[in-house]
């Protein structure tokens, strides 16, 4: 069933419920980087793999004053050494068995570089870190959804692990319509520069998906249903003709191709044009607005939820904020206004119009205000650009 101009958290709902995780695929780690874990990250090995000492200095075995009896390095395995004993040890090296305690540098003096004596109170298991201290083998790690950072690809790394079963990236395309624009220069008369095609895809880069380029489609309607069946992406992203005017052709082409319309419209300024359809192969089609903002609210609409689920990801979260102006929005739409953050204050652009850029290339998010507006003051949603 479609939803016909749901509610803004309608229309966001709808598109992350509608997609599940893409299959589960193998890759060496550092090739997972931004992918999500389809699998929980459980340790292989102990962290650390055996006792190691946390400061350079002695590791020292029973009460002081100690005899040096040699050295240890990171890397070697050292001999065991009984009380009275101590050996000069390197921050990482593995402590030797019969050791109590690490003497830092700094608290130790060395005689003759024979004899070690110290003022500091030396107390068993100090500045020693435990084998298994961090992680013991079959911990859970992580969980299934967890993006992987650099972080996680070390922590891999650490518990013995060489590949990760992550969620397949999705592969995206932009298709953008109109017989209207123009890839380079400045626009003749009744040409306008493309806008859209060309910052599309790196909306998505937090989703780290396969780009499968972009297209621009002449506006008939055989052209854009040729466009949409021949792309081999799991998202066509389009760009212009979600409207009903005589070049609008989006609808038309999806029922060509016997696409299940999930969301169209949404009551939202603006981007209240957008639509969400589904097609008979799994594919999705997100139609955007041709104007710019509206093209990118339709995005953080529609196309954000839907990776988030396709990706095994939660739904972007709604923060808030207080706004720093009054925001005007129609009685039964929300509106979404680029604005730049300062602590826990927004200041929204002046340059909200649906066909602008200059106010959003100056804004770090969208404030989200209720059906009616908002006056400064208030608390309202906000979401991140997503760059």
């Known amino acids: 069933m479609t939803l016909h101009e749901p509610s803004w958290d309608d229309a966001r709902a709808s598109a992350f419920a509608i997609a599940s995780p893409l299959e589960p695929t193998d890759m060496p780690i550092h090739a997972a980087l931004g992918l999500t874990l389809a699998e929980a990250l459980v340790a292989r090995s102990r962290v650390p793999g055996f006792d190691t000492s946390m400061m350079d200095g002695w590791a020292v075995s029973g009460a002081g004053p100690w005899t040096i009896t040699g050295s240890v390095l990171a890397g070697s395995v050292p001999a065991p050494i009984e009380s009275g004993e101590a050996v000069l040890i390197a921050t990482g090296a593995p402590v030797p068995a019969g050791a109590t305690a690490v003497l830092r540098r700094e608290w130790?003096?060395?005689?003759?570089?024979?004899?070690l004596r110290t003022a500091h109170e030396v107390h068993d298991r100090m500045d020693i870190r435990f084998a298994g201290d961090e992680a013991s083998i079959g911990d859970e790690?992580?969980?299934?959804?967890?993006?992987v950072t650099p972080p996680v690809v070390g922590l891999a790394a650490l518990v013995g692990i060489d590949t990760l079963r992550v969620t397949r990236p999705a592969s995206i395309e932009a298709l953008v319509m109109g017989d209207e624009i123009v890839t380079s220069g400045i626009p003749a008369a009744g040409k306008v520069r493309d806008a859209l095609g060309v910052q599309l895809r790196a909306w998505?880069?937090?989703?780290?998906?396969?780009?499968?380029?972009?297209r621009y489609v002449e506006?008939?309607?055989?052209?854009?249903?040729?466009?949409?069946?021949?792309s081999t992406a799991d998202v066509v992203f389009t760009t212009g003709g979600t409207a009903r005017g005589p070049v609008d052709h989006i609808h038309h082409a999806l029922e060509a191709l016997d696409a299940e319309l999930v969301v169209d419209e949404v009551r939202v300024r603006p981007g209240h044009p957008m639509l969400l359809a589904k097609l008979p192969d799994g594919r999705f089609v997100i139609?955007?607005?041709?104007?710019?903002?509206?093209?990118i609210t339709g995005y953080m609409t529609l196309g954000a939820p839907l990776?988030?689920?396709?990706?095994?990801?939660?739904?972007?979260?709604?923060?808030?904020?207080i706004t720093a102006a009054d925001i005007e929005a129609p009685p039964s739409d929300r509106r979404l206004i680029p604005a730049r953050r300062t602590g826990d204050t927004a200041i929204p652009t002046q340059f909200?119009?649906?066909?602008?850029l200059r106010g959003v290339a100056q804004s770090d998010c969208v404030l989200v205000t209720e059906p009616g507006g908002a006056r400064a003051g208030n608390r309202v949603g906000v979401l991140p650009l997503p760059w």
């Open 141 to 147: 790690l992580l969980p299934v959804g967890t993006v």
């Open 204 to 214: 998505a880069a937090d989703f780290t998906c396969a780009d499968n380029g972009i």
């Open 219 to 230: 506006d008939t309607l055989q052209a854009t249903i040729a466009a949409i069946a021949g």
């Open 352 to 356: 909200w119009g649906s066909a602008m």
């Open 287 to 295: 139609g955007l607005p041709g104007n710019p903002l509206a093209a």
């Open 108 to 115: 130790g003096e060395a005689v003759d570089d024979r004899h």
């Open 307 to 321: 990776l988030a689920g396709l990706t095994g990801r939660a739904l972007p979260a709604i923060e808030t904020c």
